[in-house]
């Protein structure tokens, strides 16, 4: 699972041509706040000219991106070589990027600070209410990510929890539970590196217990392991071309399963044949 950090940078470092672009400033460049230090660390920048600023790392309360974080607001100076108000720790970077003017925004998420967004030019600007509220959306476009990728974080750990805490031998029913929820939480999520981690587990849930082994029937024939597969597939929706893509198979073959399923279950359709399954505690 990513770190917390890889999950902010994610979503900070390709959001920094929209900054810079609103903006109207030479240069953008992003930190990252450390979960235990509250330190700052520069890890994407965006117009730069040296490599002054990479990984630059920044000490609570120091600094123009210090102050922003200790106010949990925007601030900015007009001539950074004079300002007063702020540390100057960080001299030497921004004189070897000729800045000038700069504004520090500081990204807030349920009370946390999680990173701060750079601006710089290198000539000095005025920087007034109207600029500052250009950058809000953006803002709060960024800050929205980062709570997403939070809530389906923690909904992971909690369902990786769950699935470690089930019994040794979990009836297909649970398993399947648990695979639908993970589903539902991917699709939420879309594209992301996240959301890929949740669907291969549930596809490992998936393949497990009855849909592991296969179903023995009354009249002693079975099903096997892929025709549960497919039923686990059809219940959640899915057109057979779908179902063929998740499994790495033809939209036909999916066709034969669903065939040999339906005559072994003396069903007239898929719909009769998953509620049997899941009245039988096949699939959820």
């Not at 720790?89 to 700069?102: G, L």
């Not at 590196?193 to 217990?209: E, H, K, N, T, V």
């Not at 009354?218 to 929706?237: C, I, K, M, N």
Request: net charge neutral; aromatic share 4%.
């Amino acid at each position: 699972m990513p770190t917390s950090t890889e999950m902010v940078l994610s979503r900070l470092s390709p959001a920094l041509p929209a900054w810079r672009s609103t903006s109207g400033m030479d240069l953008a460049f992003g930190s990252v706040v450390d979960d235990r230090s509250g330190s700052l660390q520069i890890l994407c920048t965006l117009g730069t000219r040296t490599r002054a600023l990479d990984h630059l790392e920044i000490t609570p309360g120091t600094g123009l991106g210090g102050k922003a974080l200790a106010l949990s607001r925007p601030t900015s100076v007009g001539n950074y070589e004079n300002a007063r108000g702020i540390t100057h720790h960080y001299d030497h970077a921004v004189r070897s990027e000729a800045i000038v003017t700069t504004a520090a925004v500081p990204i807030i998420v349920t009370g946390r600070a999680r990173a701060v967004v750079y601006l710089g030019s290198t000539t000095e600007l005025p920087l007034g209410d109207r600029w500052f509220d250009s950058l809000d959306p953006l803002r709060r476009r960024l800050q929205h990510e980062i709570l997403v990728e939070d809530e389906v974080r923690a909904r992971l750990e909690a369902l990786e929890a769950a699935q470690a805490s089930l019994r040794p031998d979990p009836s297909a029913a649970e398993l399947a539970s648990v695979a639908r929820e993970l589903g539902e939480v991917a699709a939420r999520l879309g594209t992301s590196a996240i959301s890929a981690q949740l669907d291969r587990i549930r596809q490992r849930l998936d393949g497990g217990a009855a849909v592991d082994h296969g179903v023995t029937l009354p009249d002693g024939s079975s099903l096997t392991r892929r025709e549960l597969q497919v039923l686990v597939e059809a219940a959640r929706g899915l057109s057979n071309r779908q179902i063929a893509a998740n499994l790495g198979l033809l939209p036909n073959t999916v066709k034969s399963y669903f065939q040999d399923l339906l005559r072994k279950l003396d069903c007239a359709n898929r719909v009769q044949a998953i509620d049997l399954a899941r009245r039988s505690g096949w699939i959820d």
